[in-house]
């Protein structure tokens, strides 16, 4: 499927932090300093002329792996005996059957969820995610484009009779959108707010230098990202690779993207004096 660039009124709640210069920067539980964590410092970030493209294997005990630039992280699938696995903040994308242009109210259904904390990934199916979700209640969530995958776990809570509200992790400041933040920041930036210029692969692109697999085929020579809903309702064992594959890649550029576009917040911070009203 592909995500709409739509945008919600998500926000994240603002406190002052003291940095040195005795000013002071937004910041939420999502964003506790600007400093950047890992291997998103803009003079090291991937670079495409030197990387390939993501490339994804798998074990037969289970594991996956997925070498992501320079970097590679583990992936398995979350089953609820596990309970939480993931201790901070993570990126969470869903996979889901094809979005319905003809009817824009209709949620697509949830056929795999991916999530990613920096260190390792974990595969959610649709049946488990509401159990997910639960062992992780305290966890900020990135998301790109919150306001689909806000709506598609909603749905999928809904569907199954759960009472839950995914959007009060929204109200409680614990929800970020790398789609919105990149647009906030070239309107900041560049006088423009990027409506076609922030898709996921194109942030991917133009910030960690790695073109995700938004084109693989499966060996018929069918769309992968297309063809999720066929996986609806069937074992986890039945997704081929080629569909792992394509899932891991989203929540790991998600998390990059997220991290290193926190990079650009102090110069933008530091200059906005300078702005008219």
């Not at 920067?25 to 964590?37: A, D, M, V």
């Not at 969530?141 to 199954?160: E, G, K, P, S, W």
Request: charged residues 20%.
């Amino acid at each position: 499927r592909e995500k709409s660039h739509s945008q919600s009124n998500t926000h994240l709640e603002a406190v002052p932090v003291p940095i040195k210069s005795g000013k002071a920067i937004p910041s939420s539980r999502l964003h506790p300093e600007t400093k950047n964590p890992r291997k998103t410092d803009p003079k090291r970030r991937e670079d495409a002329k030197t990387k390939s493209s993501p490339i994804f294997t798998s074990s037969p005990s289970g594991e996956y792996r997925l070498a992501f630039g320079l970097s590679s992280y583990p992936f398995r699938r979350w089953q609820p005996s596990f309970g939480r696995v993931l201790t901070g903040a993570f990126a969470l994308d869903t996979e889901t059957t094809l979005i319905d242009d003809t009817r824009p109210a209709s949620i697509p259904t949830l056929v795999l969820g991916m999530a990613f904390d920096g260190q390792q990934g974990w595969f959610v199916t649709a049946d488990d995610m509401p159990a997910f979700l639960d062992a992780h209640t305290t966890n900020p969530l990135i998301f790109h484009n919150a306001a689909f995958d806000l709506a598609v776990l909603q749905a999928t809570y809904d569907r199954r009779g759960i009472a839950a509200d995914v959007y009060e992790r929204v109200e409680a400041g614990r929800v970020a959108d790398t789609q919105i933040l990149t647009r906030l920041i070239s309107l900041g930036t560049k006088g423009h707010s990027a409506r076609s210029q922030c898709s996921l692969d194109y942030c991917s692109k133009n910030h960690l230098g790695i073109a995700l697999p938004k084109d693989l085929k499966t060996p018929g020579g069918e769309s992968v990202r297309l063809t999720f809903g066929r996986y609806l309702g069937k074992p986890f064992e039945t997704l081929p690779a080629e569909y792992l594959h394509y899932a891991a890649t989203d929540p790991v550029a998600t998390w990059l993207v997220f991290h290193h576009l926190k990079t650009l917040l102090p110069a933008i911070e530091g200059s906005a004096e300078q702005a008219f009203g």
